[in-house]
């Protein structure tokens, strides 16, 4: 993967698309690191209990969408929960129909992605998949994703994906814990386009924010800071910097003092 320092900084989802697309307030899933969650506590449009009520925006949901020139992440600030499945397949196709290509970022329900698939498997070459797996470890992806799938429910969708014939990647961002090479080597042969690496970003604030912050949590959310050290993120850059599918985000990336050109697959 060549290395430049000219191109432009970006972070966060901006990594990934340009524009992006939401229709719902809250999110079942509730991860206690949840930057969505500390905005709408922030601007007053949820409470920590209640962000977990999903609310539709229907201007949004039944808002035109015009052709656009780049990649949409679809959703960035909710998730596609088995809820509102029906209305979530309604904005794909209306993304898919503008001739947009489609970045579909999820933590992803079987339930869901098999739909997703089914009804989309004309569009194989318009949708990349991006699964959020922090860990191999279900316990821990519950601890930090209360309502969010279980590793295996993740990895049993990224197969079906993959094996449907869609472009497929892996967000492990946030790595919820220091085992992150388990997940690499078991969804590796599944992705055809990226695994992302990122660290747990103003973890502290964030669980502050959203209410999160009893002692056991800052506990744990101590532990994850301490692996995501400087230290250990550059021994997991001189692991798998070969490796041409691993991606760093902009968290590893300003440790490393590097930027580059990374693509986000679909031919941005
Ligand atoms: S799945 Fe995404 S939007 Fe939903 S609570 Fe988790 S981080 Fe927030």
Not at 25 to 32: F, I, P
Not at 126 to 144: A, C, E, H, Q, V
Not at 255 to 265: N, Q
Request: hydrophobic letters at 35%.
């Amino acid at each position: 993967m060549e290395i430049t320092k000219k191109s432009k900084t970006v972070f966060g989802t901006r990594e990934w698309a340009a524009e992006n697309f939401n229709f719902i307030n809250g999110c079942k899933h509730d991860c206690k690191y949840c930057y969505s969650k500390a905005m709408a506590i922030r601007f007053g449009r949820k409470t920590s209990k209640t962000w977990t009520i999903e609310e539709i925006r229907e201007k949004d949901l039944n808002k035109n969408i015009t052709k656009k020139k780049k990649v949409v992440m679809f959703p960035s600030a909710h998730d596609i929960t088995p809820d509102h499945l029906a209305e979530s397949l309604i904005v794909i196709k209306k993304l898919l129909k503008a001739r947009t290509k489609v970045l579909i970022v999820t933590k992803p329900h079987y339930e869901c992605i098999k739909k997703i698939c089914e009804k989309y498997k004309k569009y194989t070459d318009k949708i990349l998949f991006r699964f959020t797996i922090g860990s191999s470890d279900s316990d821990i992806l519950k601890y930090w994703e209360p309502g969010a799938p279980s590793f295996e429910e993740r990895l049993k969708c990224l197969k079906y994906a993959y094996k449907s014939g869609f472009q497929t990647s892996v967000s492990c961002e946030p790595m919820l814990d220091n085992n992150i090479g388990i997940v690499i080597k078991k969804v590796l042969p599944y992705v055809t386009d990226a695994i992302w690496l990122g660290k747990a970003n103003f973890l502290l604030g964030r669980l502050k924010i959203n209410k999160c912050n009893d002692k056991q949590t800052i506990r744990k959310a101590l532990k994850i800071i301490a692996w995501q050290s400087d230290k250990n993120i550059k021994k997991l850059y001189k692991k798998y910097n070969k490796d041409k599918k691993i991606k760093w985000k902009d968290s590893i990336k300003k440790i490393l003092k590097l930027s580059r050109p990374d693509k986000i697959g679909l031919d941005m």
